[in-house]
């Protein structure tokens, strides 16, 4: 295995069962593995890994949780292509201007990531609820928001979603319920099952969904979260992008039990733990723990294997990892490369189509970073505004 | 429509009632609300008539705060019951890090229409982790509305107005004042606006500025205070943030003494904020440093005796009102010196 598989596999509690095996393990959680021994995939394992949790725990039934769900248009692919497109473009560009000196304070780039998050939204209505991180750009552009605002809030402007008063972290749309960016690591999870309870005495089908990072289920926050989800059956679906890294330090080392997504076991809900650099394995599963929010049968963790190639923050160091890994992860598992290349196997997407689609994304990301660069700074009185409602 | 007396408790009850009557999206989640209608009979009747409106939760109470903001955020009007007000300490980032921040930080664009409802104060040998008055903290939290009340009018009032309000208000009530008594109108339009102090007796001597339990102690101070001839004004400031300085300033122009009186410990207490803004404001009016009376600067003790003494009596507002009554910048300087004490009876320091 290459240093990348290993990282995988030490960042799950249970080393993969044995030879061509889909034994479940006594605990934990359920891998398919290749007659070498060497993890399959883990697109082809989820299912068996929620089927197990499910029937351990009795969260729902087993045929439920088994259920596929219908195979997304191909339109519906090209649209998440073009949002993981659009999302990496932005995201490189932010770094640029950062790097310039244009951007003040500090970034967390998700770059890496994309599948992840795209996968995530995909299965998600536009009244439905988000909350994101620290990390957030790539929540927000993928529940559909404005790039042109964002770059705009990240540049201190008075345009800006926030008015220049969040910047990059605090990004939020309320108009499409994106509930916001959150600074505190684990800050999200308590809101969400605000937005929980305010679903279910509001009587609507909509769903909530947080996203945090390994770093976050370590939170007090999530555990408290995690439990009252539960108990009160909220349509709320846990989002972890497990990036390997909570700012320096290795989840391998950090999380106890070794999965994020074992942990639903104790709270009797679903977990799922998926591949997060394949879009598709992402929105399969999200669109899973979605259906089963909506429907009224409670939570559900989803816990996404991916990875990030920038540092925790713009100018991170990152002594704790090494560049071979970086670049091991971008070469095997770039999530948008692996797309394009089933779009094009699939016949969904020519290179020309690909093409195309990186240019429009360039160009709107263009026009974002000629808004933000273009506007005005907010007046420096304007920090006295947008306190209270009724002052 | 009539007048009745009703305690505070009876009175916050009625409050919850007719405000989640006019709209459904008031709700209360916190724990044990429902087995004895609250921990201080404040939530009496409510579980029966919504049942869906009163929430108990396990107990996490970062997530009730957290819950609390995130219905907020998407259309609904809670109250979060903090149980006890010294339990804030255990969601201090949902209340300092997102309820007071997510509508700057947003620009204006999240709407937080909440009240964090916390039972505070001492006096009932609940000792250190039961008895704090934690106001100043989130008086000195940008976003956040502080309200204190005294009467059990102004509870009904105030709290029908926070319900209303589109910003967060955190709502002390004082737990020793659950079954004090006053008359409480029986309209279910009767709202006190936020931001509005009171004067409860006129004076033209002194001012003793002050809010929540400390008001019982400040009209005891000033009836005895009338009986040596001496005219007390007793402000009771009902909501701490925004304050009222405009009535505060009219008092003060007037008696050119002030005092400020409260439970809270003395150090970077609220007396501090409103002596040191006096000071700026007001200093060609004073004849006296503006004086403070808190509680020591120790935990709440709880042993009776020795939570007694560390919190402020009504000897001690008297020495106050003495000592700036007396006040003589220069040695040489003639004053009448009056005395406020030897008093035949002592004050009683509860009800």
Redesign the interface.
Known sequence: MCSVQRALVTSVSHSPPGKGATALPSQGLCWLVSEEGVPKGIIQTFVNSYLWLCMQTRASSPTTAAKQSAPLLPEKKVALFEKMVLIRVFEERVAELFAQQLIPGFVHLSIGQEASTVGSCAALRSDD?I?STHRGHAHILAKGADPKYMMAESLGKKT???????GSM?I????K?I??A???VG?G???????????K??KTDQV?MVFFGDGASNR??FH??C??AA?FKLPIVFVCENNMYASTSPASKMVAGGTIAGRAHAYGIPGVITDGSNVLAVAEVVQEAVDRARNGDGPSIVETETYRYKGHFEGDKQKYRSQDEIQNYRLTRDPIDRFERILLEEGILTTAAIKNIWAAAQARVDEAVRFGLESPLPEPEEAL??????? | MGVRDLSCSLAMAEALAEEMERDPTVFIIGEDLVAHGGIFGQFRGLPERFPERIIDTPISETSIVGAGIGAALTGMRPIIDMHFADFVTTAMDEIVNQMAKLRYMSGGQAKLPLVLWAPDGAGISAAAQHSQSLESWFIHTPGLKVVAPFEPADVKGLLKSAIRDDDPVIFFQHKRLFRWTGPVAEHHEYLIPLGKAVVKRSGSEVTLLTYSRMTYECLEAARLLAQKGIQAEVIDLRTLKPLDFELIAQSVQKTRHAVVVHEACMTGGFGAEIAARISEELFECLEAPVRRVAAKDVPIPFSPVLEKFVLPQVEDILSAVESVLNYAPHASSARRHRSVHHFSHHSKTSK
């Open positions: 609820y909350v800006g979603y926030c008015k220049g008063k969040g605090h939020a749309d309320f108009s319920n509930l916001g959150n600074g505190v800050g999870f308590p809101i969400i099952i605000g937005a929980g309870f305010s679903i005495l509001r909530g007090g926050t408290e979260a439990n009252m108990v505004d947008d306190l209270f409602v009724n002052p």
